[in-house]
């Protein structure tokens, strides 16, 4: 059975760090394109940071860009979203997802639309306070 299972979320003041954590069971990262999504209350569900393996380089939203990093382990079969300077618009439940790669697309594309992932884990809540 494919599953994705998030961890890691919790509170954190603002200025701090979280890293979460997303293991795979019934396939492997490895294959996939890969990215964590999140959704604020009353906002719609956006893609914050994609990679297709195929092209090599991360794509991030511009509200996270040099302060999140995305990053996988292929050995546990386990990917990785490293949050530091956490702000309170970053409170939301964040979802890690995967889709099968397309050469031709960039990483970018997999961060446009919830549509263009396969799989998806339930959701891990970050609350960053003031």
């Known amino acids: 059975e494919v599953q994705l299972v998030e961890s890691g979320g919790g509170l954190v003041q603002a200025g701090g760090s979280l890293r979460l954590s997303c293991a795979a069971s019934g396939f492997t990262f490895d294959d996939y394109a890969i990215g964590w999504f999140r959704q604020a209350p009353g906002k719609e569900r956006e893609g914050i940071s994609c990679?297709?393996?195929?092209?090599?380089?991360?794509y991030y939203t511009d509200s996270v860009k040099g302060r999140f990093t995305i990053s996988s382990d292929n050995a546990k079969n386990t990917v990785y979203l490293q949050m530091n300077s956490l702000k309170p618009e970053d409170t939301a439940v964040y979802y890690c997802t995967a889709g099968v790669p397309l050469t031709y697309y960039s990483s970018a594309y997999y961060c446009r639309q919830t549509g263009f992932m396969d799989y998806w884990g339930k959701g891990t809540l970050v609350t960053v306070s003031s």
């Open positions: 990679i297709n393996n195929s092209h090599g380089a991360p």
